[in-house]
């Protein structure tokens, strides 16, 4: 370890295994590592990176604790679909598919999988690109990305294929605004489950997408 972060538990967070735990300290390790060289993340939010990162993208395993197939969009430092692929790294029926078109954060990605084994494979490419090379999936992720309604339309091929696929987008405090904003172009079933971690910070899940 660089003595610098650590993976801790919060009561916040659904449970872990110690293997889960260990795996996530290495992410820790390689994340200290590239972020001398690479913006992984925003400087301001680097040394809460287990709490606000790690601890955000933990939520997903309380809301949806069933293995199933996964396509991360803008993967970015990996979260949520990086460390949601640590904590499946052992379990069967998992898989996260990280998309991320920035080449140096797929090579971070592809780095911690590799060290890791997390469940997940890296996709270095704009999403627009792996539709044939990820026909099909059950559920789709993306944080801090980009505005709802951008967000289902670049999902909107998933739910096509496959009408029991569910979205879940990790917003912020104007989402409010993003939903009403979607609503014009979109039909959509809503939940809104708030954050666990940040105030005013919500999970959206979203399922039966269809275009008005």
């Given amino acids: 370890m660089t003595g610098e972060l650590s993976f801790r538990t919060d009561e916040a967070w659904p449970r872990v295994s110690r293997e889960t735990r260990e ?9 200290a590592q590239w972020s001398g060289k690479t913006n992984l993340v925003a400087a ?7 709490h606000r990162h790690i601890g955000d993208s933990l939520q997903l395993l309380r809301l949806v604790p069933e293995p199933s197939k996964w396509v991360d969009l803008g993967s970015g430092a990996g979260f949520p679909g990086l460390i949601l692929a640590i904590a ?13 078109s920035n080449r140096k954060k797929a090579a971070f ?7 890791t084994g997390a469940a997940a494979s ?11 090379k990820i026909p099909v999936r059950d559920r789709i992720a993306s944080r801090a990305l980009a505005d709802l309604d951008q967000l289902l339309s670049l999902s909107e091929p998933w739910f096509r294929a496959n009408p029991t696929c569910e979205a879940w987008f990790h917003k912020g405090r104007d989402y409010r605004r993003e939903i ?4 014009g172009r ?9 954050s666990a971690i940040e105030p005013d910070s919500v999970i959206l899940q979203i399922a039966n997408l269809k275009s008005m």
């Fill in 122 to 132: 890296v996709h270095p490419d704009r999403i627009e690109a792996v539709y044939d």
């Fill in 109 to 115: 990605l592809r780095a911690v999988v590799a060290a």
């Fill in 186 to 194: 979109w039909q959509f079933d809503l939940v809104e489950h708030p």
């Fill in 23 to 31: 795996r996530l300290d290495i992410f820790l390790d390689l994340f």
């Fill in 180 to 183: 009403d904003e979607a609503r």
């Fill in 44 to 50: 301001s939010t680097r040394r809460d990176v287990v």
């Fill in 88 to 100: 499946w790294a052992d379990t069967s029926g998992a898989w996260v598919d990280l998309v991320e």
